[in-house]
């Protein structure tokens, strides 16, 4: 787990708090790899040094933060804003963005993992600092779900975003204005949102009041296996077994599930290991215990980075 400080500090203006926290990173690292991932609503194309991020905080998600992330060499500092009148737990915020950006495990045991498989230690030379960014929390990925369902990604980006500026908290972030999603009371009193289909209104209720009751909470998803919280996620209307897994996989900070249910995640391994074919999940499930306990990670790797290989480095 990453050593984390806090402490205190007095910046202009006046009435929006900030305060800092430092992340000790293990293993080696590149936050702008992080940044310029490119997952769910980010899409990112280029970095200035900084990774801006906006969101719910853990817990019961009704309070919303903005954070500045910069990397000083095997540190992360976060310079975190508060909204006027609200002062968040610093520690929460703190493990919450070490979960989002993947300073949460042991980076030297996953260069071992990269080191003992050729593979993967291809694309480890090539981006020597990935790690996968995830997203806030299961009630955001449970909200991208529904509102990206059946469209384009660029449209579920751009409906995010509009929803975020227009229900949510914004956050001057470096310059930059940056909108958190809407917390879960405030999608409860949402009836209408132009481009958002009329029946997805009762879906996003049903995320945002098992977000009140406590369903989506990380501590009580990551007590369960993981299929058991997959099958608890699809009692909500609207996540099916893809979705359930998105939220599982990319929500929880966990580092070692295999999911071989993106077809693009299949068709990346089968580039990477040189295949003739499409590989079956038998074929996966032998390939992946080579990269334990970081399955996850190695999965992410490879589709994210597989594609920057020469073809003549492939296989």
């Not at 919303?64 to 915020?93: A, F, I, Y």
């Not at 914004?170 to 029946?199: K, Y």
């Not at 003739?276 to 999940?281: A, G, L, N, Y």
């Amino acid at each position: 787990m990453a050593a984390m400080t806090t402490r205190k500090t007095n910046v202009e203006p006046a009435n929006e708090p900030v305060r800092t926290a430092q992340i000790q990173i293990s293993g080696p690292y590149d936050l702008r790899e992080v940044a310029l991932m490119g997952f769910g609503h980010r899409d990112e194309r280029d970095f200035d040094g900084v990774m801006r991020l906006a969101f719910c905080v853990d817990g019961t998600y009704e309070d919303q933060v903005g954070v500045e992330l910069r990397q000083r060499g095997s540190s992360l500092e976060l310079t975190v804003h508060d909204r006027p009148g609200q002062r968040t737990d610093l520690d929460t915020v703190t493990r919450q963005v070490a979960r989002v950006v993947s300073v949460d495990h042991d980076g030297e045991e996953w260069r071992r993992v990269c080191e003992r498989d050729q593979a993967l230690g291809r694309l480890c030379e090539i981006a020597p600092g990935f790690r996968p960014a995830m997203f806030y929390s299961p009630y955001e990925a449970a909200v991208w779900s529904i509102i990206s369902a059946r469209r384009a990604r660029p449209q579920g980006i751009a409906l995010r975003s509009r929803l975020s500026a227009e229900h949510g908290a914004t956050f001057d972030l470096a310059g930059v204005p940056t909108p958190a999603l809407p917390t879960p009371s405030t999608l409860l009193a949402l009836e209408s949102f132009p481009g958002l289909p009329q029946d997805r209104i009762p879906r996003l209720h049903a995320v945002a009041e098992a977000t009140v009751r406590g369903r989506l909470d990380v501590e009580r998803l990551l007590a369960m296996s993981p299929e058991e919280a997959r099958e608890d996620l699809q009692q909500l209307p609207g996540i099916g077994p893809f979705y359930s897994a998105l939220i599982v996989i990319r929500a929880l900070g966990l580092s070692d599930v295999l999911s071989s249910e993106e077809s693009r995640s299949r068709e990346a391994i089968r580039n990477l290991y040189g295949l003739d074919h499409d590989p079956s999940d038998a074929e996966i499930a032998a390939l992946a215990e080579n990269w334990r306990p970081f399955r996850t990670w190695a999965t992410v790797m490879i589709r994210a980075i597989g594609g920057r290989l020469e073809p003549a480095a492939v296989a």
